[in-house]
Protein backbone atom coordinates (compact mmCIF):
# COMPACT_ATOMS: atom_id res chain seq x y z
CA UNK A 1 0.00 0.00 0.00
CA UNK A 2 1.22 3.85 -0.76
CA UNK A 3 2.55 5.33 1.94
CA UNK A 4 0.46 6.93 4.38
CA UNK A 5 0.29 10.20 6.85
CA UNK A 6 1.54 9.85 10.03
CA UNK A 7 0.86 11.67 13.28
CA UNK A 8 3.58 14.17 12.61
CA UNK A 9 2.87 14.26 8.92
CA UNK A 10 -0.37 15.51 9.36
CA UNK A 11 0.38 18.51 11.89
CA UNK A 12 2.76 19.56 9.93
CA UNK A 13 1.10 19.49 6.64
CA UNK A 14 -1.69 21.43 8.84
CA UNK A 15 0.31 23.46 9.90
CA UNK A 16 1.77 24.36 6.63
CA UNK A 17 -1.45 25.02 5.35
CA UNK A 18 -2.52 27.58 8.35
CA UNK A 19 -5.13 25.30 9.45
CA UNK A 20 -6.75 24.49 12.84
CA UNK A 21 -9.13 21.66 12.70
CA UNK A 22 -12.15 23.44 13.10
CA UNK A 23 -14.93 22.44 15.88
CA UNK A 24 -17.57 24.03 14.32
CA UNK A 25 -17.37 21.59 11.26
CA UNK A 26 -16.85 18.38 13.58
CA UNK A 27 -13.22 18.10 11.53
CA UNK A 28 -11.05 15.19 13.59
CA UNK A 29 -8.53 14.36 11.69
CA UNK A 30 -7.61 10.16 12.05
CA UNK A 31 -3.71 10.10 12.56
CA UNK A 32 -3.38 6.64 13.51
CA UNK A 33 -2.44 4.86 9.81
CA UNK A 34 -3.31 1.29 10.81
CA UNK A 35 -6.53 2.54 11.82
CA UNK A 36 -6.76 4.09 8.46
CA UNK A 37 -5.27 0.81 7.12
CA UNK A 38 -8.36 -0.82 8.65
CA UNK A 39 -10.99 1.51 7.75
CA UNK A 40 -10.17 1.17 3.69
CA UNK A 41 -10.42 -2.53 4.08
CA UNK A 42 -13.76 -2.63 5.92
CA UNK A 43 -14.62 -0.66 3.01
CA UNK A 44 -14.57 -3.96 0.77
CA UNK A 45 -13.69 -2.14 -2.28
CA UNK A 46 -12.94 -3.74 -5.79
CA UNK A 47 -10.97 -2.50 -8.41
CA UNK A 48 -13.86 -1.67 -10.35
CA UNK A 49 -15.10 1.32 -7.73
CA UNK A 50 -15.48 4.94 -8.49
CA UNK A 51 -15.57 6.11 -4.55
CA UNK A 52 -17.06 9.26 -3.12
CA UNK A 53 -15.23 10.58 -0.21
CA UNK A 54 -16.77 13.41 1.75
CA UNK A 55 -14.55 15.65 3.65
CA UNK A 56 -10.87 14.11 3.11
CA UNK A 57 -9.11 16.86 4.61
CA UNK A 58 -5.67 16.22 4.73
CA UNK A 59 -6.22 13.24 3.08
CA UNK A 60 -5.59 9.91 5.12
CA UNK A 61 -8.16 8.10 3.91
CA UNK A 62 -7.54 9.36 0.28
CA UNK A 63 -4.00 7.76 0.22
CA UNK A 64 -5.56 4.43 1.24
CA UNK A 65 -8.49 4.37 -1.37
CA UNK A 66 -6.39 5.38 -3.97
CA UNK A 67 -4.89 1.79 -4.66
CA UNK A 68 -7.99 -0.11 -3.74
CA UNK A 69 -9.98 1.42 -6.39
CA UNK A 70 -10.63 2.91 -9.72
CA UNK A 71 -11.17 6.64 -9.00
CA UNK A 72 -11.65 8.66 -5.39
CA UNK A 73 -13.87 11.52 -5.80
CA UNK A 74 -13.17 13.81 -3.00
CA UNK A 75 -16.02 16.10 -2.04
CA UNK A 76 -14.37 18.82 0.58
CA UNK A 77 -15.72 22.04 1.48
CA UNK A 78 -12.80 23.64 2.85
CA UNK A 79 -11.10 25.35 -0.25
CA UNK A 80 -8.13 24.90 1.39
CA UNK A 81 -7.90 20.98 2.04
CA UNK A 82 -8.98 20.83 -1.60
CA UNK A 83 -6.57 22.07 -2.81
CA UNK A 84 -4.19 21.04 -1.38
CA UNK A 85 -5.13 17.42 -1.51
CA UNK A 86 -3.63 17.01 -5.22
CA UNK A 87 -0.33 18.08 -4.11
CA UNK A 88 -0.27 15.48 -1.13
CA UNK A 89 -1.52 12.91 -3.30
CA UNK A 90 1.30 13.52 -6.14
CA UNK A 91 4.35 13.36 -2.85
CA UNK A 92 3.00 10.57 -1.14
CA UNK A 93 1.19 8.01 -3.86
CA UNK A 94 2.52 9.52 -7.64
CA UNK A 95 1.36 6.24 -9.52
CA UNK A 96 -2.08 6.81 -8.31
CA UNK A 97 -2.06 10.89 -8.90
CA UNK A 98 -4.71 10.33 -12.13
CA UNK A 99 -7.17 8.47 -9.85
CA UNK A 100 -7.94 11.46 -7.51
CA UNK A 101 -11.14 14.24 -8.41
CA UNK A 102 -12.00 17.00 -6.34
CA UNK A 103 -14.65 18.94 -6.19
CA UNK A 104 -14.83 21.46 -3.79
CA UNK A 105 -18.39 22.08 -2.74
CA UNK A 106 -20.91 21.39 -0.31
CA UNK A 107 -21.91 17.85 -0.31
CA UNK A 108 -25.32 18.51 1.22
CA UNK A 109 -26.08 20.67 -2.06
CA UNK A 110 -24.40 18.48 -4.57
CA UNK A 111 -27.61 17.94 -6.84
CA UNK A 112 -25.36 14.96 -8.43
CA UNK A 113 -21.62 13.49 -9.07
CA UNK A 114 -20.82 13.16 -12.71
CA UNK A 115 -18.28 10.41 -12.46
CA UNK A 116 -21.22 7.80 -11.10
CA UNK A 117 -19.57 6.46 -7.84
CA UNK A 118 -20.24 3.06 -7.04
CA UNK A 119 -19.53 3.52 -3.07
CA UNK A 120 -19.22 5.74 -0.58
CA UNK A 121 -16.39 5.67 2.15
CA UNK A 122 -16.06 8.74 4.52
CA UNK A 123 -15.16 9.79 7.69
CA UNK A 124 -18.45 12.12 8.21
CA UNK A 125 -18.53 15.21 10.41
CA UNK A 126 -20.72 14.14 13.45
CA UNK A 127 -22.77 17.03 12.96
CA UNK A 128 -23.96 16.44 9.33
CA UNK A 129 -23.46 12.78 9.15
CA UNK A 130 -26.97 11.15 8.73
CA UNK A 131 -27.99 14.42 6.05
CA UNK A 132 -25.41 13.71 4.05
CA UNK A 133 -25.35 9.77 4.12
CA UNK A 134 -29.49 10.37 3.13
CA UNK A 135 -28.68 12.66 0.44
CA UNK A 136 -25.90 11.41 -1.28
CA UNK A 137 -28.25 7.58 -1.24
CA UNK A 138 -31.07 9.77 -2.66
CA UNK A 139 -28.92 12.17 -5.33
CA UNK A 140 -26.18 9.35 -6.41
CA UNK A 141 -28.34 6.63 -7.85
CA UNK A 142 -25.46 4.85 -8.74
CA UNK A 143 -24.00 3.84 -5.40
CA UNK A 144 -24.25 0.38 -4.43
CA UNK A 145 -22.38 -0.06 -1.22
CA UNK A 146 -19.80 2.34 1.08
CA UNK A 147 -18.53 2.37 4.72
CA UNK A 148 -19.16 5.33 7.06
CA UNK A 149 -17.39 6.82 10.30
CA UNK A 150 -19.97 8.47 12.93
CA UNK A 151 -20.27 9.04 16.18
CA UNK A 152 -20.94 5.80 18.07
CA UNK A 153 -24.19 6.55 18.69
CA UNK A 154 -25.01 7.71 15.25
CA UNK A 155 -23.67 3.97 14.44
CA UNK A 156 -26.06 2.45 16.84
CA UNK A 157 -28.75 4.59 15.67
CA UNK A 158 -28.42 3.82 12.18
CA UNK A 159 -28.44 -0.16 12.61
CA UNK A 160 -30.43 -0.79 15.20
CA UNK A 161 -33.69 -2.69 15.18
CA UNK A 162 -36.95 -1.81 15.36
CA UNK A 163 -38.29 -2.14 19.09
CA UNK A 164 -34.91 -0.68 20.13
CA UNK A 165 -34.52 2.23 22.60
CA UNK A 166 -32.51 3.90 19.70
CA UNK A 167 -34.42 2.77 16.67
CA UNK A 168 -35.69 6.13 15.01
CA UNK A 169 -36.02 8.20 12.34
CA UNK A 170 -32.43 7.87 10.80
CA UNK A 171 -33.01 4.16 11.23
CA UNK A 172 -36.02 3.47 9.14
CA UNK A 173 -35.16 6.48 6.25
CA UNK A 174 -31.55 4.84 6.01
CA UNK A 175 -33.75 1.61 5.51
CA UNK A 176 -35.35 2.78 2.49
CA UNK A 177 -31.82 2.94 0.65
CA UNK A 178 -30.19 0.79 1.97
CA UNK A 179 -29.48 -2.23 4.63
CA UNK A 180 -26.85 -1.06 7.19
CA UNK A 181 -24.79 -3.02 9.65
CA UNK A 182 -22.23 -2.14 12.29
CA UNK A 183 -18.78 -2.66 11.30
CA UNK A 184 -16.47 -2.40 13.84
CA UNK A 185 -15.90 0.74 16.83
CA UNK A 186 -13.40 3.64 16.26
CA UNK A 187 -11.70 4.70 19.63
CA UNK A 188 -11.47 8.47 20.18
CA UNK A 189 -7.67 8.39 21.00
CA UNK A 190 -6.66 7.85 17.27
CA UNK A 191 -8.29 11.55 15.93
CA UNK A 192 -7.01 14.60 16.50
CA UNK A 193 -7.64 16.84 18.16
CA UNK A 194 -9.42 14.10 20.32
CA UNK A 195 -13.21 14.00 20.32
CA UNK A 196 -15.45 13.95 23.35
CA UNK A 197 -17.02 11.06 22.04
CA UNK A 198 -16.48 7.22 20.34
CA UNK A 199 -17.31 6.70 17.06
CA UNK A 200 -18.31 3.33 14.74
CA UNK A 201 -18.44 1.93 11.03
CA UNK A 202 -21.72 1.57 9.55
CA UNK A 203 -21.20 -0.59 6.26
CA UNK A 204 -24.31 -0.12 3.94
CA UNK A 205 -25.36 -1.67 1.20
CA UNK A 206 -28.19 -0.15 -1.63
CA UNK A 207 -31.33 -2.17 -1.64
CA UNK A 208 -34.62 -1.52 -3.54
CA UNK A 209 -37.05 0.66 -1.82
CA UNK A 210 -40.59 -0.68 -0.64
CA UNK A 211 -42.89 -1.61 -3.26
CA UNK A 212 -45.64 0.74 -1.93
CA UNK A 213 -47.67 3.84 -4.42
CA UNK A 214 -46.67 6.47 -1.91
CA UNK A 215 -44.01 8.79 -2.64
CA UNK A 216 -40.68 8.74 -0.54
CA UNK A 217 -41.45 12.11 0.26
CA UNK A 218 -45.40 10.80 1.46
CA UNK A 219 -43.44 8.47 3.55
CA UNK A 220 -40.44 10.18 4.74
CA UNK A 221 -43.28 12.59 6.24
CA UNK A 222 -44.79 9.69 7.98
CA UNK A 223 -41.52 8.78 9.86
CA UNK A 224 -41.02 12.38 10.44
CA UNK A 225 -44.25 12.96 12.32
CA UNK A 226 -44.35 9.36 14.19
CA UNK A 227 -40.73 10.25 15.94
CA UNK A 228 -41.72 13.77 16.53
CA UNK A 229 -43.52 12.30 19.34
CA UNK A 230 -42.08 8.95 19.71
CA UNK A 231 -43.79 8.33 23.07
CA UNK A 232 -46.79 8.84 21.74
CA UNK A 233 -49.08 6.20 20.22
CA UNK A 234 -49.25 6.65 16.94
CA UNK A 235 -53.45 7.72 16.38
CA UNK A 236 -51.99 10.51 18.21
CA UNK A 237 -48.32 10.91 16.82
CA UNK A 238 -50.29 11.23 13.41
CA UNK A 239 -53.02 13.09 14.35
CA UNK A 240 -51.38 16.35 12.78
CA UNK A 241 -50.57 14.63 9.47
CA UNK A 242 -53.93 12.86 8.98
CA UNK A 243 -55.87 15.73 10.29
CA UNK A 244 -57.18 14.39 13.19
CA UNK A 245 -56.82 11.47 16.06
CA UNK A 246 -60.02 9.61 14.62
CA UNK A 247 -58.54 9.83 11.06
CA UNK A 248 -55.24 8.76 12.02
CA UNK A 249 -56.60 5.58 13.45
CA UNK A 250 -58.75 5.06 10.39
CA UNK A 251 -55.37 5.13 7.70
CA UNK A 252 -53.36 2.93 10.33
CA UNK A 253 -56.42 0.10 10.44
CA UNK A 254 -56.72 0.47 7.02
CA UNK A 255 -53.00 -0.17 6.79
CA UNK A 256 -52.43 -3.09 8.84
CA UNK A 257 -51.35 -1.04 11.96
CA UNK A 258 -52.38 -0.85 15.58
CA UNK A 259 -53.42 2.62 16.21
CA UNK A 260 -51.59 1.85 20.13
CA UNK A 261 -48.61 1.33 18.61
CA UNK A 262 -45.58 3.40 18.72
CA UNK A 263 -43.22 4.27 15.79
CA UNK A 264 -40.24 2.24 17.00
CA UNK A 265 -42.62 -0.61 16.23
CA UNK A 266 -42.50 -0.54 12.31
CA UNK A 267 -40.55 -0.80 10.09
CA UNK A 268 -39.85 1.16 6.16
CA UNK A 269 -42.45 -1.27 4.97
CA UNK A 270 -45.31 -0.54 7.50
CA UNK A 271 -44.51 2.87 7.31
CA UNK A 272 -45.07 3.04 3.25
CA UNK A 273 -48.47 1.33 3.83
CA UNK A 274 -49.87 4.42 6.26
CA UNK A 275 -48.75 7.00 3.64
CA UNK A 276 -50.83 4.99 1.05
CA UNK A 277 -53.61 5.70 3.25
CA UNK A 278 -53.64 9.74 3.59
CA UNK A 279 -56.59 11.10 4.07
Known sequence: ????????????????????????????????????????????????????????????????????????????????????????????????????????????????????????????????????????????????????????????RLTASAGSRVYGSPTVKLAWWAQALRAGPVPRGVFWPVPNVDSGLVRFTRVDPPETTASRTAVFAVIDAAFAQRRKMLRAALSGWAGSSAAAETALVAAGVDPTWRGERLDVTAFARIAEQRP
Do not use: C
Not at 52 to 71: D, I
Open 1 to 156: MTGLLGPAEIRDLADSLGIRPSRARGQNFVIDPNTVRRIAAAAELSRDDVVVEVGPGLGSLTLAMLPLAAKVVAVEIEQAFAEALPGTVAQKAPEYADRLEVITADALRLPSIDSAPTALVANLPYNVAVPVLLHLLEVVPSLRHGLVMVQAEVAD
